[in-house]
């Protein structure tokens, strides 16, 4: 098995990513999917007009050698990262906060400038953080668009967004409902104050902080829920956080998939819980937050499945 024509990537980083092996059985099939996953892995470098051909030449009964045949073509660049529907931040305060950037002189060093659309979802979230954590909470994205000129091989990414109203926070409150523990200890933990700007930041952390104190006085189950009600004439918006009994479930396993950047220690060091601990959702949702500060990867999702017990 050999690949012809491939500069970019080397021959034992694409040998790496193909099912079809020197000694292994010939399947149409197999180099089909061969080819798609060498595609992909070219337009991860921003290469999306590469084209992959096979040579499949008989070399003894039963035996075969295969060659993958590769146009690299020009990178795809990024020539205008625009937004519409912006009013409080302009597009160069907006295009710092996402990660795909526009091509410039020094691209080739960070590879920012490659349009990959799940790279592009990723941006949107960085979106909706930026804005809820500065006050705007029902801010969201309408769309997000890439275009290609294939005269230049170039894309144009226009983000669509709605900022809404900006908001304070209202009156601040914790409720408990279950014995034993006492809401009125817990409102010191709470991170914002009656007219401060509504940050969802602040919400996530007292969620955090309540549930690790509640946890610490031996209610590992205890479920942290906020809920907020939005008064549209002062722009404010109330929080109460719910301390409740959740469901009794404890952590069998933790499985880590896709990481090819880092050791896995590094990953589950940022969890508060261990195989074999009570299930706490808000402290999978903190892990989440910090898996995705680490700047490894580009998305991070957690999912939970029941198990026998």
């Known amino acids: ?31 089909e999917g061969d080819i798609q996953s060498i595609k992909d892995a070219y337009a991860a ?7 992959v051909t096979t040579q499949v030449v008989p070399i003894a009964e039963g035996r075969v050698n295969l060659a993958f045949v590769i146009d690299e073509g020009k990178k795809t660049k990024i020539r205008n990262i625009n937004f519409v529907g912006n009013n409080a931040y302009g597009d160069g305060r907006l295009q710092s906060v996402i990660a795909t950037k526009e091509s410039g002189w020094f691209s080739f060093l960070t590879r920012k400038d490659v349009y990959n659309e799940d790279k ?47 908001y304070d926070f209202g009156a601040v409150n914790v409720e408990s409902t279950v014995d034993g523990v006492d809401a009125n200890e817990l409102k010191g933990l709470v991170e914002s104050s009656e007219g401060s700007l509504y940050r969802a930041k602040d919400v996530q952390n007292t969620m955090s902080a309540i549930s690790k104190r509640v946890a610490a006085q031996g209610y590992p189950f205890a479920r942290v829920t906020p809920r907020g009600n ?14 409740d009994q959740g469901e009794r479930a404890y952590v069998e396993r933790i499985e880590i998939r896709g990481n090819t950047r ?48």
């Open 45 to 51: 470098t921003g290469r999306s007009d590469i084209t």
């Open 1 to 31: 098995v050999v690949f012809n024509g491939n500069r970019k990537i080397k021959d034992d980083k694409l040998q790496a990513i193909v099912r079809s092996r020197s000694l292994g059985p010939y399947s149409e099939a197999t180099v």
């Open 120 to 166: 592009l979802r990723a941006d949107e979230e960085l979106l909706r953080q930026f804005y809820f954590n500065r006050g705007y909470a029902d801010f969201r994205v309408v769309s997000s668009d890439a275009v290609l000129d294939e005269a230049t091989n170039e894309y144009t990414v226009t983000i669509t967004v709605e900022e809404g109203e900006r």
């Open 230 to 243: 939005r008064d549209f004439g002062s722009r404010t918006i109330a929080v109460d956080y719910l301390v």
């Open 262 to 309: 880092t050791r896995d220690y590094v990953i589950r060091r940022e969890f508060d819980m261990s195989e074999g601990d009570a299930f706490n959702q808000e402290m999978i949702a903190s892990a989440k937050r910090r898996l995705e500060a680490l700047g490894y990867f580009s998305t991070v999702n957690i999912s939970t499945q029941q198990r026998s017990e």
